[in-house]
């Protein structure tokens, strides 16, 4: 994966009034992607660490190669396997960039993703698939130090 480099200074988060700039300059939103490929199993995931803290600001599924298991292929985000926190019920058998909807349950923790870092994306298929991919990208806000 490509590493980002900042030339120059970079202001982010809380200033003091008075600061040259503004006293919020606001945030940077950040991202990391995972992919995930068919294999023998019914069962796919990728595991991906944020800072502690950070607030998830959007879950991108993009289907590229869609599941052709027999039954169903769903993708969910979570804090583990199978995990619905973040995002459920996802279609991996239709190619292309789902939408997914979203509870206030799934928004809320969202918000602050306290200390549990790992967010999980599975593709769970009913029927063994011989092919499918998908891209996930999140997109969060790293809101405090991260020791």
Same mark, same amino acid.
């Given at each position: ?74 993708? !969910? *985000? ?5 995990? %619905?926190?973040?995002?459920?019920? #996802? ?6 960039? +789902? =939408? ?21 994306? !599975? *593709? ?5 698939? %011989?092919?499918?991919?998908?891209? #996930? ?6 809101? +405090? =130090?991260?020791?």
């Amino acid at each position: 994966m490509a590493q980002t480099n900042f030339s120059g200074p970079l202001a982010s988060g809380d200033r003091p009034d008075g600061t040259p700039g503004g006293s919020n300059v606001g945030l940077a939103v950040l991202s990391q992607t995972a992919l995930l490929n068919f294999d023998a199993t019914l069962v796919q995931n990728v595991t991906l660490q944020l800072p502690r803290g950070s607030q998830i600001v959007q879950i991108i599924p993009d289907v590229l190669t869609a599941f052709n298991s027999a039954t169903s292929a769903t993708l !969910t *985000v979570g804090t583990a396997s199978a995990g %619905t926190q973040y995002v459920s019920g #996802v279609n991996a058998k239709t190619a292309g960039r +789902a =939408a997914p909807t979203l509870t206030a349950a799934q928004l809320a923790a969202m918000d602050d993703i306290g200390t549990d870092r790992s967010v999980v994306t !599975t *593709v769970t298929s009913v029927g063994q698939p %011989t092919a499918g991919q998908v891209r #996930v990208t999140i997109l969060y806000v790293q809101t +405090a =130090a991260d020791d």
